[in-house]
Structures are given as C-alpha cells and as structure tokens.
C-alpha cells in the first residue's frame, strides 16, 4: 500500500483543539460546539473560545468540525489500480458525490490486493480518521472470505463489483447483462458467432462478461469459441486479437473493455483486415476517447458517476444513521451504437 508522510516546519507544533480549551478554561466538547455554530453554548463562554482561537491562530480542520458528531467527514477509498478507466472513472464518481455531501476523501492503494491487504488498508484509512471505506474494484479473492476474522473490526465499508456481495453493501453495473447485450448486438446483424477477447478472470468483471457473453451465446444455439485473455491493457488487446485473427473464419469480436478493443483495431489493421467490412467489434465501458476510433467503437457504457453517488450514498446512511447494510444496487448498461459492427459480408 502507498502512504504518505507529510512535511512540516522543523520545531513547528500547530495548536490543537486541547490548546484552545485548555486557553478558554471550557472542555475540548464545547470548542467543538463553537466551531459547529452549536446554539447550547453561552455567550460569554463563545466570545472566550473564539478569543483563544485567535490568540493561538487557530484554525479549525476537518475532524475539529466533525468532533461534534463524532466523526471526521472524510471518506477512504481502496483501490487497485487507477491507471485503469474503470477504477479512475469510479474514483472521480466518488469524489464528485462526496464533495456534495461535504465529505473529503483519503485514497490508499493496494500493492497486494488479498483479504489481508485490504484489511490493513482499511485500518490505515480509520488510522486516517476516515469514518468509512469505499473498496473500489476487489479482486475475486478479497470478498469471498468475508466472515473472516481479518476483517471482523472494518469500518462501515461498501464495496465496488460485480460478484454477490459479502456482509456489507455493495454498487455495480450488471456485467452479464452488459457482455449480453454486446453478444446479442452482433448476433442480430447476422453473424454465426461471437469470439471474446476477456479481462483477467481473477476480476469480478472479467468473469461476469465471459458468462454473459457464453449465455448469449448458449440461447442463441451459436458455437461457443475458446476464449483469449487480456489484462485491459491495448497491448494485452492486441496480442490476444492476433491470436483470435488468426482464423479467417472470425466475423465479430465482443471485446472485454475498450482498451483492449483498441489494441484489436491496431492487430486488424495490420493484418489488412477492415472494420466492420471484414470483422465487426463491440467494446465494454464507453471511455471517453471510444467515439473517436477508427470507426467509432459501438460499445456498452457504464454510469461511473453513478456508482459513485450511489456507493457514496450507501456509506454515508451507515455512518451518519449508524446502522448495518447489506444491500447490493445494481445498474443497468446502456449499448451505444457506433460504425466498428456491421452485418457479415461473407
């Protein structure tokens, strides 16, 4: 897990809480109710507070504000890896609905994302004076173990991903019905079958999309291809597309995520092959630069600002009402139709 340690001035001790009321002669309590605007505190004692606050050039932070209700206001976010769009749109959705809630958010990144790391990252983030954990993008292995004794004393915690929730509540888009979608898109136009280059099945959304796609398949009574894997990367895309190419039967593609998708449009064009004239493509997420590959890539969008309100909502009810949840949201996918899928022209 990355951490950070901040800087100072050397010899430098800010004031704290405890300075300004050991000052004012009132308890750590009533600076607290002074700097929430709290109405139960006198007069005279308020102007004696505020005298030692600008005495000591104090200026209240987040957890002083929080101290009234207990809690800090600060969110903490575990995730795994932000270089990818997925987790990095997900993040930004947090940050988005907390910032409207009035909360702030920590982040802590997992090296070794197992039970135990996770565990570990959520008691640093309490460390951190965060009042509860968003868990963004668990791999399979974090969340299968959930009565654990390692996490038996987590704070309030939501998690982001596909898979059936544990003990806590969890957000996510329906992958199946999403990797569905794609497949049946491209069966409609005509095609016999449907090859998929897949995420890494150690993720909750590289699975989903392999069963979804494999159901699509499956009740449509189309063959049902071997499967080449990816690590969402457009270089893990590329070299399983020249693996899939390779049979000059293929006519569609429903790629696990959009990276991949364009690693695929690069193998096809170096092997001379056209899209969609030869071989039709369909993508999964909708990044922002899809629309502008060459052909715009038809795909299936995922709401990330959404997931993070909801997940953001879904924490803050646990912190701010002080009750348990195992509710799980799920959100439906949308296809956006684009120029990369075509019907087949042999």
């Excluded at 609905?97 to 702030?104: K, L, T, V």
């Excluded at 399979?140 to 173990?145: F, M, Y």
Aim: hydrophobic share 45%; with cysteine; proline share 6%.
């Amino acid at each position: 897990m990355n951490d950070v340690v901040g800087g100072g001035v050397a010899g430098y001790r800010a004031p704290t809480l405890t300075d300004v009321a050991r000052l004012a002669g009132v308890s750590t309590m009533t600076v607290s109710r002074v700097i929430n605007g709290h109405a139960k505190v006198a007069t005279q004692t308020r102007d004696r507070v505020r005298a030692a606050m600008d005495s000591l050039d104090y200026r209240p932070n987040m957890l002083a504000r929080g101290l009234a209700s207990g809690r800090s206001r600060s969110i903490g976010v575990l995730t795994v890896d932000t270089t990818l769009y997925g987790p990095r749109a997900a993040l930004r959705g947090i940050e988005l609905a907390a910032r409207d809630r009035g909360y702030s958010v920590t982040i802590a990144h997992l090296s070794d994302p197992d039970l135990t790391a996770v565990a570990q990252g959520a008691s640093l983030l309490r460390s951190r004076s965060s009042d509860g954990v968003i868990l963004l993008q668990p791999l399979i292995s974090e969340v299968e173990a959930d009565a654990s004794p390692a996490v038996a004393d987590l704070p309030p915690m939501v998690a982001i991903h596909a898979g059936t929730p544990g003990s806590y509540p969890a957000v996510s888009v329906d992958q199946r019905v999403g990797a569905r979608m794609a497949t049946e898109y491209l069966l409609g136009l005509g095609h016999r079958t449907v090859w998929h280059i897949s995420g890494p099945r150690a993720w909750y959304e590289g699975l989903e999309r392999i069963v979804g796609w494999q159901e699509a398949l499956q009740a449509a009574g189309a063959e049902v291809p071997p499967v080449q894997a990816g690590d969402w990367s457009a270089a893990s895309g590329y070299a399983a597309a020249r693996q899939v190419l390779a049979n000059p039967e293929v006519t569609a593609i429903f790629v696990a995520n959009d990276s991949m998708a364009l690693g695929t449009l690069h193998a096809m064009h170096e092997l001379g092959l056209r899209c969609p004239e030869d071989v039709s493509l369909v993508g999964f997420d909708d990044y922002p630069e899809a629309e502008f590959f060459s052909p715009g890539l038809t795909t299936i969008r995922q709401d990330f600002d959404e997931i993070g309100r909801l997940s953001v909502g879904l924490l803050l009810e646990m912190i701010e009402r002080g009750v348990a949840s195992t509710q799980h949201l799920v959100l439906e996918p949308e296809l956006v139709v684009r120029a990369s899928a075509a019907p087949p022209s042999r």
